[in-house]
C-alpha cells in the first residue's frame, strides 16, 4: 500500500544532521551572542538612554547632582508606571488612547467619592479603582466585540472621558478642580502608599520610584515566564494563530485593557494624594507619552514585540529629558520637540539594529 | 494501526450550505488509523468547508459525523482537539515572532509551582520541543530562534511535531505542500509518510495529484460540492488519478476543442517563427 515502508514509530527515514529538512544546516549557523544580545528589544533602548544622560550630563550641571537624579527618577517613575500596562498592551497587539486622561477620571473619582459621600479615603480609592477597571473593561470589550482597530475605540473613550472629566467635576464641585480631602479619615495612610518620600543616602525618593521597579519587575516576569505571558505576545504576534491552538485571545487582551486601567488607577492615586487635589483638564496628551516610552523601549507598534524594561528605559529617557531640559536652561517648551525627535531616532535605529541583527 | 477497518473518523452523507449556496452535499468519507487519506479538489470544490466541519469550525447541516463510533458535535476547533482531532492550517498557527519552543507548547503551556508563583517550566518545554522535533528528524539550530527564520518546510513540521506531541489521532493538513518548492514538499510529505507510520489517520488535503499519490492509502476528489470519487489506492492509478483531478471528461472535451480551434494557428506561428529562426 504505502510507498515509502519504513519500521514503525520511526521516522520515514533516519534522520541525519547532514540531511536535515530545509536542507542545509551548514548555512544556519548559532548566531553569535553579540548578535543575540543585539536583537534584544531593549539593547537600542540602552543605548539611547546612555546618549540621554552623556547629553545632559555634559551641558546640565544641576544634572550631575544627586538631588536632580531622584527628581529624574520620580518624573521617569509616573511615566513608567503608566508605561507598565501601555507595554503589555502594545505587545498583545492594541493601543490605549485614552490611557492619559483615565489618569485623571480616577483621580476625580476617588476625590468626588470621598468628599461628596464623606467615605474613608480607602473606601473611595477603591470606588475610584472600580471606575478605572470599567473603563479598562470597556474598552477591551468593544475592542474585542466589534473588531475594530484599538485606535478608534480608544480614541472615543479619550474624548468622553475628556468631556466627562470637566463636565461631571462642575456639576458636582461647580468648579473645575476636585475637593481638598487632605483632612480625611485614611488620607495620611494613603498618601504614605502612594504618596511618600524616604531618604537613601541622603536622597530624597520619591515613593513611586520604588512602585515602578516593582511593576517592571512583576510584568517582566509575567511576559517572560507565565502562560499569560506567553498569551500576550501570542495575541499580538498572530491572534488567529493563537486562538486556532486555543490560546484566550479576547480575555488575554480584555486583561490588557484592565491592566492599563489599573496602572491609571495607581497614578491617579498618587496625583490625588499628592496634590490633595486634582485639575480636572489634565492628562489631555499624556497618553502619547506612554506610548512614545513604550515605543523608544523598542515595543513593536504592530504588537508581539517587546519587553516590560525595554519600556522602563523609555520612561528612564523621557524622565531625563523632561528634567535635562529644565536644568540645562532651556526652554521647557522644547520638552515635546525632544521628545518628538527622541522618538524619531529610536524608531529609526531599532529598525536599523533589528534589520542588522536579523540578517543571517 | 492494529484495527484499521473501523474508522476512526467518519463522515456520512455530510452536507453544508451557506444561505442558497451548497458548499457541500452528501459528502462521506472515513478515514482510518495509519492510513493518508487525500482530498483532492480544484479551488472551490469544498474542501475548505469540508475540513472545517472536520476540525469544528463550522456545524455541517445534514448527515453524520462520527469520532471512534461516537457522534461528534464540536462546537469549537478546541473540543475538536480534545477529540484528538489537529489541523495543520496553510498559516501553520505559529506566531512567527516567538521562539519555536514557546510556539511548540503555545495554548498548553507545562507549569510548575502553586498558583501565585505558578511559572512556565522553560526547562522541561525546551527539552520536549527539542526531543521531538528531533523525533521527526528535525534540528533547528537554536530552539530560541523565533519560528520566522525556520524554512518554510522546517515550519510545517513544527507544526505537525506538535500536533503529534499533543495527542492528535486525526491529523488535518491544510495544503501543507501548496506554498513550498520541490525539496521542501518531500520533505513535508516524508513527514506525512512518518505520521502515518506513527499510527495516526492523516487527512491531506491537496490539489496535487502527484504529491498525493506519492503517500495516500485512500484518495478522494471533491467537485462542486460533491463527491467525485473515493477509491483505495490499490484501485488506482497515478494517471487516473492526474486524469480525475485535471477534470476527466470536461478536460477531454477541451483539450478536442482547442485542438479543433487553435492547432492549425498554433502551428503557422510556430513555423513562421522557425523559419525566421533559419534565415
Not at chain 2, 484518495?219 to 463527491?227: A, E, K, S
Request: glycine share 10%; hydrophobic share 50%.
Amino acid at each position: 500500500m504505502a510507498t515509502t515502508k519504513s519500521p514503525p514509530r520511526k521516522p520515514a527515514s533516519p534522520p541525519s544532521p547532514e540531511t536535515v529538512p530545509g536542507g542545509t544546516p551548514a548555512r544556519v549557523t548559532q548566531r553569535s551572542l553579540a548578535r543575540r544580545f543585539a536583537t534584544r528589544p531593549e539593547v537600542g533602548s540602552l543605548v539611547g538612554a546612555v546618549a540621554v544622560f552623556a547629553l545632559f550630563f555634559t551641558v546640565a550641571v544641576p544634572f550631575r547632582e544627586f538631588d536632580s537624579l531622584s527628581t529624574v527618577l520620580y518624573a521617569s517613575s509616573t511615566i513608567g508606571i503608566m508605561a507598565v500596562g501601555v507595554s503589555l498592551l502594545m505587545i498583545g497587539g492594541e493601543f490605549d488612547l485614552s490611557a492619559g486622561v483615565g489618569v485623571i477620571t480616577s483621580a476625580l473619582a476617588g476625590g468626588m467619592f470621598a468628599y461628596e459621600l464623606s467615605l474613608n479615603i480607602w473606601v473611595a480609592a477603591a470606588l475610584a479603582l472600580g471606575v478605572s477597571l470599567l473603563i479598562g473593561f470597556l474598552n477591551g470589550y468593544l475592542v474585542v466585540k466589534t473588531k475594530l482597530p484599538s485606535f478608534l475605540i480608544t480614541l472615543s473613550m479619550f474624548l468622553m472621558l475628556q468631556g466627562l472629566n470637566l463636565a461631571i467635576t462642575r456639576w458636582v464641585t461647580g468648579s473645575v478642580a476636585s475637593p481638598t480631602i487632605s483632612d480625611m479619615d485614611g488620607y495620611a495612610s494613603a498618601q504614605k502608599v502612594f504618596s511618600s518620600t524616604f531618604t537613601i543616602g541622603g536622597v530624597n525618593v520619591q515613593i513611586t520610584v520604588l512602585w515602578w521597579i516593582l511593576f517592571v519587575a512583576l510584568a517582566t516576569w509575567v511576559l517572560l515566564r507565565t502562560k499569560v505571558g506567553n498569551w500576550i505576545y501570542a495575541a499580538g504576534g498572530n491572534a488567529d494563530s493563537a486562538r486556532a491552538v486555543g490560546v484566550p485571545v479576547n480575555y488575554t487582551k480584555i486583561g490588557l485593557f484592565m491592566t492599563v486601567a489599573f496602572m491609571a488607577w495607581f497614578v491617579g492615586m498618587h496625583n490625588l494624594f499628592r496634590f490633595s487635589t486634582v485639575q480636572s483638564g489634565e492628562g489631555v496628551g499624556n497618553e502619547l507619552i506612554y506610548i512614545a516610552a513604550a515605543v523608544i523601549g523598542g515595543c513593536a507598534l504592530m504588537g508581539g514585540w517587546g519587553t516590560a524594561i525595554g519600556a522602563a528605559i523609555g520612561a528612564l529617557i523621557l524622565g531625563m529629558a523632561q528634567q535635562g531640559v529644565v536644568y540645562a536652561g532651556w526652554n521647557p517648551d522644547l520638552f515635546m520637540f525632544f521628545i518628538g525627535a527622541t522618538l524619531l531616532v529610536a524608531v529609526v535605529l531599532n529598525m536599523w539594529v533589528r534589520l542588522r541583527a536579523q540578517r543571517r | 494501526m492494529s484495527d484499521s477497518t473501523k474508522p476512526i473518523l467518519e463522515l456520512t452523507d455530510v452536507g453544508k450550505s451557506f444561505g442558497n449556496i451548497h458548499a457541500l452535499r452528501d459528502v462521506s468519507l472515513s478515514v482510518r488509523a495509519g492510513e493518508v487519506t487525500c482530498i483532492l479538489g480544484d479551488n472551490g470544490a469544498g474542501k475548505s468547508t469540508m475540513i472545517k466541519i472536520i476540525s469544528g469550525l463550522y456545524q455541517h447541516d445534514t448527515g453524520s459525523y462520527h469520532v471512534c463510533g461516537e457522534p461528534m458535535n464540536c462546537s469549537s476547533p478546541r473540543d475538536a482537539l480534545d477529540c484528538g482531532i489537529a489541523t495543520v492550517y496553510q498559516d501553520l498557527a505559529l506566531v512567527p515572532l516567538l521562539p519555536v519552543w514557546r510556539n511548540f507548547f503555545l495554548g498548553s503551556e507545562l507549569t510548575i509551582g502553586p498558583w501565585p508563583f505558578r511559572r512556565l517550566d522553560v526547562a522541561a518545554m525546551r527539552r520536549i520541543a527539542d526531543d521531538e522535533l528531533q523525533k521527526m528528524g528535525i534540528k533547528v539550530p537554536d530552539i530560541d530562534q523565533p519560528v520566522d527564520t525556520l524554512s518554510g518546510g522546517q515550519r510545517q513540521v513544527v507544526a505537525i511535531a506538535r500536533a503529534i506531541h499533543f495527542g492528535a489521532k486525526v491529523l488535518i493538513l491544510d495544503e501543507p505542500t501548496a506554498a513550498l518548492g520541490v525539496k521542501q514538499s518531500g520533505v513535508v510529505l516524508k513527514y506525512i509518510s512518518a505520521a502515518r507510520e506513527a499510527g495516526l489517520g492523516v487527512i491531506f488535503i491537496t490539489h496535487n495529484p502527484h504529491h498525493a499519490y506519492l503517500v495516500g492509502d485512500h484518495f478522494v476528489i471533491l467537485r462542486q460540492g460533491t463527491l467525485d470519487l473515493s477509491s483505495p489506492r490499490a484501485e488506482l492509478t497515478l494517471d487516473d488519478l492526474t486524469h480525475h483531478m485535471a477534470g476527466g471528461a470536461e478536460l477531454d472535451a477541451l483539450k478536442h476543442e482547442l485542438k479543433r480551434i487553435d492547432a492549425p494557428d498554433v502551428g503557422a506561428v510556430h513555423e513562421k517563427h522557425e523559419q525566421e529562426i533559419g534565415s
